[in-house]
């Protein structure tokens, strides 16, 4: 928008803009700049803004996929959504789930990669076989995992037997079932935090790590502390809200493991929307589960745009 | 007070050969300067005095005791880096506390909110801030405290980087070319207050550098060294007039020494490809010899047959405003020959005219085949080589 008027300055500052033509001027410099602007602005608002509206418009109605009336209910469905005790779970469920594999996530991926920037050999094995999960598709993963899982032939109650220690029935037991999605979706991401993370590492430049030990920063802690902690600080920020956005929508591992069971205890938002939307075909109440979504995903995404501005962003 | 000694010290990086056997000692409060050009081994002997990195043979010793199995802590050495390496989330105030709070704070009371807690803490954080404080005033950037690195000029975060150095009073100041990141009127200001508080302080100062400007403005003593090699430690006029080798004598001084080969013609005469030069009667006849001249060495002569005179034409005139730098192409010589002339004394010279140039023998340096520094009557005893000559 500030294009043509730039370039109007840049002309105003030159010898002598003939004013008699001055309107036609700024005329084509609106044409281009629109010509240039407008294709990208048509596909935002088909593909993205057009959609979120009418997210917000069906969240208003009844409206039942496939059918030909609709009725506009006002707030009826949000009243619904927070009125249900499902829904509270799931939410719960959610928050809970993101709590546990955004902290995992971090603390995990950042050991493994100090680990691997501190050896010497192997590097890129490492590397590779904690990125592995990563590119490997969550629904066939959750197969394998299903697998090991299994409350008999299971190689996780195997190994636990064999070591003579407690087993569960994991997916099926409603104190289990969450804390094992999450280190399912802790293991997922790990490999993403990792690359990071290796990548924040080789950024620092050695010169801070020399300084502090010449400052007396003997210890590792020390110069973790000092040095590498808070220089990977932009690098946790952007994990942290890429981890907890992807926490935020975990689908996959619900829909094939559980199906958000036993009882509600590992149903979560994006579970409940789908079922909602495309199993019971509520649309107007999957859409209002949807709005709740998009409110956090939006919120989490301001809070990083502000906080990553003002509080890791050296220079 | 703690003078330094290396003996012998190797490094290796892999197959490169970055320090071989340099051996060198240092006097308490004095200011050293080692100079090179880049990857010729300086900043690794720096490090590895600052217990940075471990030399793969030879000692070293700061003051009485060896230091080799020391802790960069424990080595009293404080370092100012070519990047500054300040802390970017820290203060200035933080920067310039890390150092004493590292050392007079055990790892419980450094721990953020808890720390303050515990006894002794409170006190000691005090202390450490009226000292921070006290040094931020002597370095004049006692407004600066609240700010972060990133909101400072080049010349303020080398303030910082000093004041960091300073703050805990070290024995030994190590810089690693503090001043090549800053613009040419600020290093010169820089350079002045290095000078002034080396003046101050008193302490050991070891600098490292590639320019011989700060080298020679800065040192007592300066230590050139050359492929991991130290070739020459004398003062700044020595090493200038007295170069002991060929490569000292060409990384010293701008514009660049001339450097002529020839061979000895008969007993006290020399012939080069342009010009025949009176060398000491005691050299043999058939010795090969390579004369170097400073551009400075040369003046205009007005008839060409007396001896140590060169003819050329000129090729090309740098004005330097009191002076002149005149390139001349020399018959039978590869190079340009650079005179650096009085400008008022060579008013009419301009490109393409033939001149002739003359230069006392006194002014030239000889060195032999291999590249040292031949030892003759006009140069004084004065000249006591590091090396044994094979």
């Known amino acids: 928008m500030s294009l043509p008027n730039r370039k109007r300055e840049a002309r105003g500052r030159g010898a002598s803009p003939a004013s008699a033509n001055g309107r036609s001027t700024r005329l084509s410099d609106m044409i281009a700049a629109w010509t240039l602007a407008g294709p990208a602005l048509f596909l935002l608002i088909v593909l993205f803004f057009l959609p979120v509206l009418a997210v917000f418009v069906i969240a208003l109605t009844d409206w039942q996929f496939g059918a030909s009336t609709l009725s506009f209910v006002g707030l009826a469905n949000f009243e619904e959504v927070f009125a249900d005790r499902g829904f509270r779970a799931s939410l719960f469920n959610t928050v809970a789930y993101v709590a546990i594999v955004v902290p995992g996530t971090i603390v995990l991926g950042l050991g493994v990669a100090l680990l691997i920037e501190s050896g010497k050999s192997f590097r890129a094995f490492y590397r590779a076989i904690h990125f592995l999960p990563y590119m490997a598709t969550l629904a066939a993963m959750s197969i394998a995992w299903e697998a090991l899982l299994h409350p008999t032939i299971g190689l996780v109650n195997q190994t636990l037997a064999g070591l003579g220690l407690p087993t569960a029935n994991w997916l099926r037991d409603e104190t289990t079932v969450l804390p094992v999605l999450a280190a399912i979706g802790i293991w997922q991401n790990l490999g993403f935090a990792m690359v990071l993370f290796l990548a924040g590492l080789k950024s620092i430049p050695q010169d801070l790590y020399y300084a502090a030990e010449v400052d007396g920063a003997d210890l590792w802690l020390d110069r973790l502390r000092t040095v590498t902690l808070p220089m990977l600080g932009p690098v946790f920020m952007f994990v942290f809200i890429v981890v907890a956005l992807k926490a935020f929508e975990t689908f996959d591992t619900v829909h094939v493991l559980t199906q958000g069971g036993p009882g509600h205890a590992s149903e979560m938002l994006m579970f409940t929307l789908y079922r909602e939307s495309f199993e019971f075909f509520r649309t107007g109440y999957g859409a209002a589960v949807t709005v709740v979504f998009l409110l956090i995903a939006v919120a989490l995404t301001l809070f990083q745009a502000s906080f990553m501005d003002k509080k890791v962003h050296y220079q | ?390």
Not at chain 2, 163 to 174: I, K, N, S, T, Y
Not at chain 2, 304 to 332: A, C, K, Q, W, Y
Not at chain 2, 356 to 362: D, I, M, Q, R, T
Request: net charge positive; charged share 25%; proline share 6%.
């Open chain 2, 1 to 390: 007070m703690s003078a330094i000694t290396f003996d012998r010290i190797r490094k290796s990086y892999g197959a490169t050969q970055v320090l071989r056997d340099v051996s060198l000692s240092i006097e308490s409060g004095e200011f050293l300067t080692l100079l090179g050009p880049s990857g010729c081994g300086k900043s690794t002997l720096l490090r590895i005095l600052a217990g940075l990195e471990r030399q793969d043979g030879g000692s070293v010793r700061i003051g009485e005791g060896l230091v080799d199995d020391l802790r960069p802590k424990r080595r009293d050495v404080a370092m100012v880096f070519q990047s500054y390496a300040l802390y970017p989330h820290m203060t200035v105030a933080g920067n310039m506390a890390v150092p004493l709070r590292m050392r007079r704070l055990n790892s419980w009371q450094r721990l953020p909110l808890v720390g303050k807690l515990l006894p002794g803490t409170r006190p000691s954080l005090a202390e450490i801030d009226s000292e921070v404080s006290r040094t931020a005033a002597a370095l004049g950037i006692d407004h600066l405290l609240a700010r972060k690195p990133g909101q400072l000029s080049g010349g303020q975060r080398q303030r910082v980087a000093v004041g960091r150095a300073m703050v805990r009073e070290p024995a030994v100041f190590l810089m690693d070319e503090p001043l090549s990141n800053l613009d040419a009127k600020l290093r010169v200001q820089m350079r002045a207050e290095i000078k002034e508080l080396h003046k101050r302080l008193g302490v050991t100062f070891i600098y490292v550098t590639h320019d011989q400007a700060e080298a020679m403005t800065l040192s007592d003593r300066v230590a050139v060294m050359l492929d991991g090699e130290l070739l020459q430690v004398a003062p700044p006029r020595d090493i200038y007039a007295d170069p002991h080798d060929r490569r000292v004598a060409e990384f010293i001084g701008s514009p660049k020494i001339n450097m002529l080969d020839g061979a000895v013609i008969e007993r006290g005469l020399m012939a080069t490809s342009g010009a025949k030069l009176s060398v000491p009667e005691s050299i043999a006849p058939g010795t090969k010899l390579t004369v170097g001249i400073r551009p400075e060495a040369f003046s205009l002569i007005t008839q060409p047959d007396t001896p140590n005179v060169i003819e050329g034409s000129v090729h090309l005139i740098e004005h330097m405003g009191s002076d002149l730098f005149v390139h001349l192409r020399v018959e039978g010589m590869n190079e340009a020959l650079i005179a650096r002339l009085h400008a008022e004394r060579a008013p009419h010279i301009g490109s393409g005219h033939r001149l002739v140039v003359g230069v006392k023998p006194a002014q030239m340096i000889l060195f032999d085949e291999t590249g040292y520094r031949l030892q003759t009557a006009s140069v004084s005893n004065r000249v006591t080589p590091i090396r044994e000559t094979a």
